[in-house]
């Protein structure tokens, strides 16, 4: 009922930037939370970034400064800038939304994309 499409991953050299996009499609109502985690090999998945409706903001640590997410609501898709990448950034990221639909307005559940790979080397 929901469908989760990221765009943007690739190869860039350390200190370099990307921007990932995810779109959101589907019989929605209401999309409370979006954002991005990541996984690297071996690791466990982390939260990267999210945004909730209105605006506030959330990031792991170890991207404030470099990662900037934002919104695009009347699109349901949400971005995420990436710049002065680093090797330890390497990563398969998945965007994330936490969604009421209109068949049960009162319910949120959560989606996730297929990922897409983020890889940082010279």
């Known amino acids: 009922q929901v469908r989760m499409v990221e765009s943007g991953g690739g190869l860039v050299q350390p200190g370099g930037s990307l921007r990932l996009s995810c779109a959101a499609s589907?019989?929605?109502?209401?999309?409370?939370?979006m954002g991005w985690y990541r996984q690297a090999p071996g690791k466990q998945r982390e939260l990267v970034a999210t945004?909730?409706?209105?605006?506030?903001?959330n990031y792991a640590d170890s991207v404030k400064g470099r990662f900037a997410i934002s919104r695009d609501d009347a699109k349901n898709t949400v971005y995420l800038q990436m710049a002065s990448l680093k090797p330890e950034d390497t990563a398969v990221y998945y965007c994330?939304?936490?969604?009421?639909?209109?068949?049960?307005?009162?319910?949120?559940?959560?989606?996730w994309g297929q990922g897409t790979q983020v890889t940082v080397s010279s």
């Open positions: 994330y939304a936490d969604i009421a639909l209109y068949s049960d307005p009162d319910l949120e559940n959560d989606y």
């Open positions: 589907g019989n929605i109502f209401k999309i409370y939370v």
């Open positions: 945004m909730i409706t209105g605006g506030t903001t």
